[in-house]
């Protein structure tokens, strides 16, 4: 939740998909990418005199910067969404492949940021954990694709951007409570430690 500048930072990165996604409807694609843009910068202004953490605003404002410059380059709304669908498609990619090779990124991402190293690796109740926790996100990815893939094929801009709100950090909460769950079973099978 640090990370992403927690819940305000969460908040904070879907005002400019929201803002695009109602002002296309209402005022059509120019007018939309404007308004995006200035929302991220708005966001991040409000971060700085907030003194916020600016991390996530800038990378918002990078996001939405890309996603507006593709789509006034193609001249079609549904550009705007096409960073977000080939991000998800290498994602899906990423966690497949480590499910593969048993390098299950659930865990690697984990233990990288808590900074444990990779040992949990050699205990096979939490290698269990970790590839079910993988797999989970895979799906996550794999659903995002497919379902606003075909919406992008269909060219329905405004289905597309209400499926990119609701496959974004809903179900990025769902398989970070399937992860925790996860983990948190299967440590509960650990021996008690010394003190």
Known sequence: MEQMGGVTGIVASTIP????????????????????????????????????????????????????????????????????????ASLGLAFLVSLIVRWPLAGVIWHGINGD?????????????????????????????????LLYNADEETWLGIARLAMGYPL?????????LAVRRARAGDPPQPA
């Open 17 to 88: 998909v929201v803002v695009f996604v109602v002002s296309n409807v209402l005022f059509g694609l120019q007018v939309a990418l404007i308004a995006a843009i200035a929302a991220g910068v708005l966001i991040a202004v409000y971060r700085i005199v907030r003194k916020q953490a600016l991390q996530p605003a800038v990378s918002g404002l990078l996001g939405v910067g890309v996603a507006a410059f593709i789509a006034y380059r193609t001249g079609e709304a549904r550009g705007f969404y096409l960073p977000g669908l080939l991000f998800s």
């Open 172 to 180: 990025v909460g769902v398989a970070l409570l399937g992860t925790i």
């Open 117 to 149: 190293g990779q040992s949990w690796r050699q205990d096979p109740r939490l290698l269990r954990a970790y590839m079910w926790a993988t797999a989970l996100w895979t799906l996550v990815f794999v659903a995002r694709v497919v379902v606003q893939g």
